[in-house]
């Protein structure tokens, strides 16, 4: 390969690598003149800037505020909308009196119809909500307002739910599925959804059969960015992530797409979800979703979406939406080990190959892959020992996390090159086997144990073809091999950075990992580079670049807050008050209250109430006693009725609160009831967890009915709590610095109450 070649190659893949990142989303352009049946991206804004003023979570003064104008936008388009209200609870025990915004486009038909979702309610206590999910409401506004002003009448119904409560426990939509007559009229779902401020938004499948007709229904209706494949699905339903979506697959056996965003993951729950930071291109790629979708669903069969069979699928540039059924995992792949077969005895027979190349070709390739996966595995745990801030920030994606992404990949290509210089005595052709063998691996892995990620099997006969022309030519077609490597590259490229955002940056070893088998898989061109070391050179150097660049940016600013949490604590019982913070690194806000000199053990700091990340508080000091009201508890009921007792229980909040946890002791209960909604068996059986979570709206009671045996001994735990500290006129609590936000997942800025009482 001649030099002007291995410029030229090599400038080609990281153009192609640019590519696959920058092709699967639409460009932002000013549209707020847009034609009236057109989406237009600034008209949605508007809508995600009014949503996101203030935190609107259910309880708080915004929300009803959001809950207006989301009627207020929908009337404006002479749609007639509804309320539905009421108690719901999710199987962990999450209890919320939630309040579904719903209206209907009456179609022509009376078969089945396509529902538009998405919540509206912020998560607490801080979330502002653009994106979380104000991106989706707005999204949906805008699409059916475009609609609407076609003046056309859909063969279906088009009903529209804005549901609440989906920060809380999914309680929204189980109140809709559950409780509403609409919910059995529905055939399809599109949910919008969001984990970030942006980058693209993925397609996801909700379904309890197989996806092939969903499928091939997604693709006929031809969105223009499609980001989807089946290994994103199977790793999905592995997390314990849910959206109302599965609320309709579970309870009501109803099947639809999700469509979420994850990028600049930082803001996900936080004071910095405002509509400034979400991404513009962004909000049009939800748009380009739901507009062709509306249009094809609105008229579609939905009867007829349901299969037995399941689809491998991916989408690529320009090609957009592959699929193929299940069915041709294992023959597509038996073809691929027999094609590797073939070439490998012909290969050796016409001496184009040689054994003890071959054999000597898989140490470079074990070592990459040794070496890159130890770096990405204990990056985390060094990172974090560098930088202890970084502990606080719960999802584990830093603000500079886009950066170590690159850093890494940078190194391991660097760490790719150095080796396989090592090996430059070794002909292409030998290399490349061991490539293939380990790409064939991960392929009958994953038939075997994930089949959603069989399509892996796709950069495999583009190796096998490249294989076949490195081991025939000497001077083999250098650009060729450039288009054949394109599959691995606009296939998987973006999943080195998909993991590490969406899942934290303890996956930088999914980065590491997958970069090696993407160097790997185009080893037919770099086999032919000289000078591989200067390339790892140079590589290494652009790393230490990285490194340091992120190291600049490891600290904190306005823009790029620190998350903070201070709560005041009242033991109502021991007559003892604590100040408590979830702060691994303190900082000169929470060091007012709390230092390391003042750290003490004790219960509260092993018995707190739950959080997402199962996160405890780390510094716990003491504080003057408030007068602050406890709630008032009392038994309204205790008998034995058919030799079971029967009690019941009433907490009247005496203050402003937003929250009421009750743990009890390690009983079992026959049954619960907590406001007139049946506690599921998950909850009472399981002896060592909470019992409910009301979150309060209007300062209502808690009324709990349990069933347990005669003389079983209860004790209940109460932890209630108000979400005031800063605001309480009891405390003087400075103002947070603009370098600092609410730390999101975990009560904050709360005032919490503790009362045991036994029964």
Known sequence: MSKIARILTLVLLVLATYWSFKAIM????????????SFSTDRALKHVKEISKEPHALGFEAHTDVKNYIIAELNKLGLKTSLQEGYAADDW?????????????????????LLLLSHYDSNPHSSLGASDAGSGVATILESIRAYVSENKTPENDIIISFTDAEELGLNGAKLFVNNHAWAKDVGLVLNFEARGSGGPSYM????????????????????????????????YKMLPNDTDLTVFREDADIQGFNFAFIDDHFDYHTAQDTHERLDKKTLAHQGSYLMPLLHYFADADLTALKSTEDNIYFTVPIFKTVSYPFSWIWPLFAIAVLLFIILIVYGLKNKTLDAKEIATGFAPLLI???LTGIVGYFSWTVLNAIYPQYRDILHGFTYNGYTYIATFTLFTLAICFYIYHKFKKIETANLVVAPIFIWLLLSGLSASLLPGASYTIVPVFAL??????????????????????????????????????????????????????LFVAVLPVFGFYKHKNRLAFLLFLLSIVGFTMAHLNSGFSKDNAKPSSLLYILDADAKTAKWATYDSYLTNWTAQYIDETKTTTNKIASTTISSKYNSNFNYVANAPIKDIAAPKIEKTLDTIINNKRHLKICVT?????????????????ISATVNGVPFSNYTLLDTTRKLATHYITNNNYTEINLVLEPNTPLELTFYEASNDLLTNKSFSIPARPKEEIPMPFVLNDAILIIKTIQF
């Open 26 to 37: 639409p460009t932002y352009t000013a549209d707020s003149n847009a034609a009236p049946t």
């Open 93 to 113: 025990g999450n209890l919320a009196y939630a309040t579904n915004i719903l209206t209907r486009i009456k179609g022509k038909s009376n078969k089945k119809a």
């Open 204 to 235: 996801l499948i909700e379904t309890n059969q197989g996806n092939s007709r969903l499928i091939e229904e997604f693709t006929a209706a031809n969105p223009e960015y499609p980001v989807a494949n089946s290994l994103a699905y199977s790793i």
């Open 368 to 370: 990459s892959l040794v």
């Open 464 to 517: 096998l073809a490249s294989f076949m022309i490195v081991s025939n030519q000497k001077k083999p077609n250098a650009y060729l091999l450039v288009i054949l490597a394109l599959p691995a590259i606009t296939i998987f490229a973006p999943f080195v950075k998909m993991f590490p955002v969406g899942l934290g940056l303890k996956m930088l070893v999914a980065t590491t990992v997958l970069t090696t088998l």
């Open 653 to 669: 909040p005496q203050r402003n609160v937003n929250r009421l946890n009750v743990y009890k002791n390690n009983v079992n209960l």
